[in-house]
Antibody
Framework: QVQLQESGPGLVKPSETLSLTCTVS????????WNWIRQPPGKGLEWIGY???????NYNPSLRSRVTISIDTSKKQLSLKLTSVTAADTAVYYC?????????????WGQGTLVSVSS | DIAMTQSPDSLAVSLGERATINCKSS????????????LAWYQQKPGQPPKLLIY???TRESGVPDRFRGSGSGTDFALTISSLQAEDVAVYYC?????????FGQGTKVEIK
């Protein structure tokens, strides 16, 4: 079955860079759009950005200046880097699959990983 | 950005009764060339990731019980749970995928009365 697993540090200091990895199993990483979505504690969902197997990426304008998403198809992994973090970046970070460019709903999600920004 | 507004923020419904959640988009998410509404619904239980329930505003994802029904078009949508079960206690989100950036509603919490 399709599984997505996020991993990375649970604590990041303010002004530093948040780095997470999502490992995909049970499905080809090719031909789908792979996304990062976050959810601050007790709050709603915010789409961060996506990457396609070709390396084409697109980011939410609200975060574009600080976000980089990359992909390693050989390892079936996608990665998220968010620079200059503040407490407002504290959230559960999810990776999720979107089926196609015209069907950008999220049909598979990882369990999420909580990242806290604190000194 | 397309803003998604859900109402109510929370509701309490008796077991077996109907629950209806509304979602309004700040602009139409109906694509006229294919007559599809680019609107999805998710269910999120505590400590779990969101689960896709409905896409294209009214198409149930495989395995989703038929008591979940999506309706609406243009800017006004609804998710109806026809007969609330205990396992339906969750927060429900709508999401538009009509235009980038994809955006979600703020969520509606459904509880048992």
């Amino acid at each position: 079955q399709v599984q997505l697993q996020e991993s990375g540090p649970g604590l990041v200091k303010p002004s530093e860079t948040l780095s997470l990895t999502c490992t995909v199993s049970g499905v080809s990483i090719n031909s789908y759009y792979w996304n990062w979505i976050r959810q601050p504690p007790g709050k709603g969902l915010e789409w961060i950005g996506y990457i396609y197997d070709s390396g084409t990426s697109n980011y939410n304008p609200s975060l574009r200046s600080r976000v980089t998403i990359s992909i390693d198809t050989s390892k079936k992994q996608l990665s998220l880097k968010l620079t200059s973090v503040t407490a407002a970046d504290t959230a559960v970070y999810y990776c999720a699959r979107a089926y196609s460019a015209s069907q950008f709903y999220f049909d598979y999600w990882g369990q999420g990983t909580l990242v806290s920004v604190s000194s | 950005d397309i803003a998604m507004t859900q109402s109510p923020d929370s509701l309490a419904v008796s077991l077996g009764e109907r629950a209806t959640i509304n979602c309004k988009s700040s602009q139409s998410v109906l694509y006229s060339y294919n007559n599809n509404n680019y609107l999805a619904w998710y269910q999120q239980k505590p400590g779990q990731p969101p689960k896709l329930l409905i896409y294209w505003a009214s198409t149930r994802e495989s395995g989703v019980p038929d008591r979940f029904r999506g309706s609406g078009s243009g800017t006004d949508f609804a998710l109806t749970i026809s007969s609330l079960q205990a396992e339906d206690v969750a927060v429900y989100y709508c999401q538009q995928y009509y235009s980038n950036p994809w955006t979600f509603g703020q969520g509606t919490k459904v509880e048992i009365k």
